[in-house]
């Protein structure tokens, strides 16, 4: 059974930084990566990466975002730094498309509020 499993949400002040988590299992995927959603939009794209460790980030985030992954753990990390009100949404772990596709497996979602 294949699963995502999201940690790492929270609330922080604006500026401040967070460090999400997704532990997949049940399959070794390709890409993985995470979408956002705020409320009343639609859901969007963040950042993805390959197995090899290519990466497609969302142009509102890079600078900002980085997005790395354990092959070893199965694991795939968002850093997420200099944070905006605009960054409040639930983040979504994403696997099993292929090149730079949206996969058809989600985690559950992790909130992320960035508010002072």
């Known amino acids: 059974q294949v699963q995502l499993v999201e940690s790492g949400g929270g609330s922080v002040q604006p500026g401040g930084s967070l460090r999400l988590s997704c532990a997949a299992s049940g399959t070794i995927f390709n890409v993985m990566g995470w979408y956002r959603q705020a409320p009343g939009k639609e859901r969007e794209l963040v950042a993805q990466i390959s197995r090899n460790s290519r990466t497609n980030y969302a142009g509102y985030v890079k600078g900002r975002f980085t997005i790395s992954r354990d092959n070893a753990k199965n694991t795939v990390y968002l850093q997420m730094n200099s944070l905006k009100p605009e960054d409040t949404a639930v983040y979504y772990c994403?696997?099993?498309?292929?090149?730079?596709?949206?996969?058809?497996?989600w985690g559950q979602g992790t909130q992320v509020t960035v508010s002072s």
């Open positions: 994403n696997a099993g498309g292929g090149v730079w596709s949206t996969g058809d497996y």
